[in-house]
């Protein structure tokens, strides 16, 4: 049973820090390139950051480049997503996704929620 399960979300102040974390099973982790989405109400769905399946490799969208940091650890099955220097606009229910690295399998988490406000 495939499960992507994100946990580390919460209410932090602007200019705070958070450290989202998304645990995997059920699937060869380390064949799957991993990314973090973000989605607030009435909006499409917004890719964050992605790292490769190896972890050679990351994008961040630009509206937070330089801020957050997205990394992997293949041997606990965890991708992970630090979040320095929050604003408001980046308050959204946070997603990560699985891809398969030679064919389209995909998967998703179920989401968590990251409100900044004072």
Same mark, same amino acid.
């Given at each position: 049973?495939?499960?992507? !399960?994100? %946990?580390? &979300?919460?209410?932090?102040?602007? &200019?705070? /820090?958070? *450290?989202?974390?998304?645990?995997?099973? &059920? $699937?060869? $982790? /380390?064949? #799957?390139?991993? %990314?973090? #989405? *973000?989605? +607030?109400?009435? @909006?499409? =769905?917004?890719?964050?950051?992605?790292?490769? /399946?190896?972890?050679? /490799? +990351?994008?961040?969208?630009?509206?937070? @480049?330089? =801020? $957050? +940091?997205?990394? =992997?650890?293949?041997?606990?099955?965890?991708?992970?997503?630090?979040?320095? %220097?929050? @604003?408001?606009?980046? +308050?959204?229910? #946070?997603?990560? @996704?699985?891809?398969? *690295?030679?064919?389209? =399998?995909?998967?998703?988490?179920?989401?968590?929620? !990251?409100? !900044? %406000?004072?």
């Amino acid at each position: 049973q495939v499960q992507l !399960v994100e %946990s580390g &979300g919460g209410l932090v102040q602007p &200019g705070g /820090s958070l *450290r989202l974390s998304c645990a995997a099973s &059920g $699937f060869t $982790f /380390s064949s #799957y390139a991993m %990314s973090w #989405y *973000r989605q +607030t109400p009435g @909006k499409e =769905r917004e890719l964050v950051a992605a790292i490769t /399946s190896a972890g050679g /490799s +990351t994008n961040y969208g630009d509206s937070v @480049k330089g =801020r $957050f +940091t997205i990394s =992997r650890d293949n041997a606990k099955n965890t991708v992970y997503l630090q979040m320095n %220097s929050l @604003k408001p606009e980046d +308050t959204a229910v #946070y997603y990560c @996704k699985a891809v398969h *690295r030679m064919d389209t =399998r995909h998967y998703w988490g179920q989401g968590t929620q !990251v409100t !900044v %406000s004072s």
